[in-house]
């Protein structure tokens, strides 16, 4: 109470204060990646550069983090109008949301005022900026609010915590006795109104108020707020909190043309899907935030962001090997191959003396002994292969031969202990030796290998020969190569199930295959490390609403016994495993229910956190459990893999001086672009159009590099390819079919420029099912299973709630001579599935005669 008295006191009590102090407004350049709706309280969002973090939540309150230290917690407004001790909360008022990658926008509105708190994080400084914009027809008081902290991540701690208003600054000291880690909140239009204690932080908020006498005063002007911290001297921080205060305006000007470059090089993409375009830029944005330059440990990726509230990390807001490995599949397919190298470079510096690499490094590693005190920092054996696939995934697309040659010898290590975790000696990585891999408790780890962690070491296994290659080891590539027909054989032989007609999950000491369904076995196929037939037998047990949602893939079968909603490894969807699962299906061909998990991950970029994705969501509901972190690196991967390697089926090898266009994308594009595809030193662009009875391609380079081109299109089975022309001439082509596509092949050199031309006799085709999935939903989309045509009849598999009615929009309908399982309706078929209990799926064919 008596806190209270003195704030309110500080608060009124001065009659004549100048107005503050200010900068001039700013005009928010145009953005069309902007998202804006109306804000939702409880929903998260950040702005984050480099050096420091502002993670809250769509109220305005947040905690600040300066690497690794986490400054202050539950910053907030609070407005007080004319002469009123009544606080109006900004969490009552705020009313829009409005993101760029720049800056984020929060606008708060009463009857009488607009305020909008424009939320700046500078890349490579540790600091944020807030310009508060004011519109108000009556005197204003804005009270900030704040719990000061200054504690380095889990599991470090330091003690003697003190908060102080410096008047000459206008801002507070948050410090500690060793003056070694500091922090500085505060406007140059505020005055301090808490009472601070020199010794000790206080129980209740520090606030500081900024008054506002003469509204019209304030147009044309933006009220700045700085915050600035980390570890070094007071005064070289107090230099870092001026410097931002400064010139503010300068840093929003630097965020946007950074993230201007960031958008420009890399891959774009035009289609005539919106929502996709906008996701996989907003991926660009989330996997860029998660670079961190750590003043101990050096610069690299953590694994995702997210408040910690009274905790010590900020989500996942460590180092993790395994998630960066992951990521780098994302980042070198559009061509972000300097921020993959840095994430590389970093995780060698910890590799352990027998070659494994770290699984998670705490970013307070400068404040305690990681390694030796605590058991987590190597735990997973999946990393170190994982480490191998990334850096050849890196070297294939940028024939950086010479950090192939300077990381020579963690490669090796790298592999050799990967190589001595085979007790058994059948090719494969045991988990009992190596450690955790694709679940990390419960009765499912009691395994001798899982498939995950044997396809990431077959497809390390399959690297090596190449990187040895690299560097002139001709012996060892040899070796390499041998031993990865072994590994290569073993996992086609050991993970198939014969009975179940899948890749199985596990098997165990005794050889005995674990039965149950799951989604693990994408990680494989994505490679594509099984046999084709088996492989897509294996895909359409995914396919199934058994592991299949309107919003991603199950992590294990909805039928087990083990299967619980919310239970991270045993039910949960995970879009990072929908990632794998997508670009599986595309990968054989599955280019319908691919489309539909792409998607999936697509909608994530924009239902909670705008332009990040979810980690893990409800295998019941479409809804995140609470805990759950709303920006989550390889959940990104959902969006970006699929997309690129998948449904474009773009490929490049530097090496080779090759790349490989097989696009899988829906049957009514009639066109799309990609430009600035970047493979060695060449950048490529590809202009696609479709017509009823022809695809054009036009691909151009902008270094006029010799390159071979492979060109392969899916259409539709039953397409007839009647003819390809190459630069006006008539060339050969091959032809590839599946259960679902035929995909003529054609190879062409490419200097310049290229021109291909492909007529076809077209037929009927299916377009993906739509999904009006929203936050809350149960599963209840249409599911295709699985296609096989002979001679003139289609024959579709699917699967849908008992009793309900689908529709499924097709192309060249007129083509359609009968349909049975179906009702044809114009260009749409309406299924009616056969009654079965209420609530669940059921299986259902449909069969098409075509004239």
Known sequence: MKSFIIALFFLFATTFIAQPQTVPAFKLGPNDLELHRLAQPSTYFDKVGRKFAVLGYESGSFEAWAYPLKLFRNFEFSFFIGSSTEPIKAKDIVRYISVTPEATTLTYTYQSFTVKAIYVTPIEEPGAIIFLDVSSTEPLTIVCSFLPVLQPMWPAGIGGQSARWLDDIKAYQISEPTRKNSAFIGSPAAAGISYTPAHMLSDVPNQFKILVHHPDSLKGKYIPIIMAGGKGSRDSIKAIYKRLAGNPEQYYHQNFSYYRSLRSNTMQVQTPNKELNLALEWAKVAYDNLMVNNPDLGYGMVAGLGPSGTGGRPGFGWFFGGDAFINSFSLNGYGAYETVRDALAFTQQWQRADGKMAHELTQAGGYVNWWKDYPYGYIHGDTSPFYICSIYDYYKMTGDV???????????????????????????????????????????????????????????????????????????????????????????????????????????????????????????????????????????????????????????????????????????????????????????????????????????????????????????????PQEAVAHQGFCTAGVVMPFVRGMLGLEGDAIAKSVSFAPHVPADWDKFLITEYHVGQEYFSFDFKREKTKITLDVKTKNGLPYSLTFAPALGIGHKILAVQANGQAVRWKEQVSSQTIQPIVEVPIKNAAHIEITFEPTVELLPPSSDTKTGDTNKGLKIISTTRKENELKIVVEGLANEIYNLKLQNSELIQSVTGARLQGNTLDILFPNGPQGEFVRHSISIRTK
């Open 402 to 624: 010479d950090f192939i040659k300077k990381s020579w010898n963690s490669i090796k290590r790298a592999y050799d202990w990967s190589l001595s975790t085979d007790e058994n000696n059948d090719g494969l990585m045991d988990n009992a030796k190596a450690g955790l891999g694709a679940m990390e408790y419960g009765p499912l780890t009691d395994i001798q290998s899982d498939i995950y962690t044997g396809a990431v070491w077959v497809r390390a296994a399959y690297a090596m020969p190449f990187l040895a290659q690299a560097v002139g080891e001709q012996s060892f590539a040899k070796k390499a190569q041998e031993y990865y027909t072994k590994a290569s054989k073993t996992f086609k032989e050991k993970f198939w199930d014969e009975n179940n007609k899948q890749y199985a999950y596990a098997f165990t000491a005794n050889d005995e295959r674990v039965d149950i369904a799951s989604p693990w076995s994408s990680v494989g196929l994505m490679w594509e490390l099984g046999e084709p037939d088996k492989s897509a037998k294996s895909l359409e047990k995914i396919n199934s609403a058994e592991l299949s949602t309107d919003w991603g893939t199950r992590s294990i079968s909805i039928k087990s016994q083990y299967f619980e909603a919310l239970n991270y490894n045993y039910g949960a969807v995970w879009p990072f495993l929908t990632s794998w699962v997508a670009t599986a299906q595309y990968k054989h061909h599955f280019a319908l229910q691919g489309y539909n998990s792409l998607m999936a991950s697509v909608r994530h970029t924009f239902d909670n956190s705008l332009g990040q994705v979810t980690e893990v969501f409800s295998g019941e509901q479409n809804i995140w």
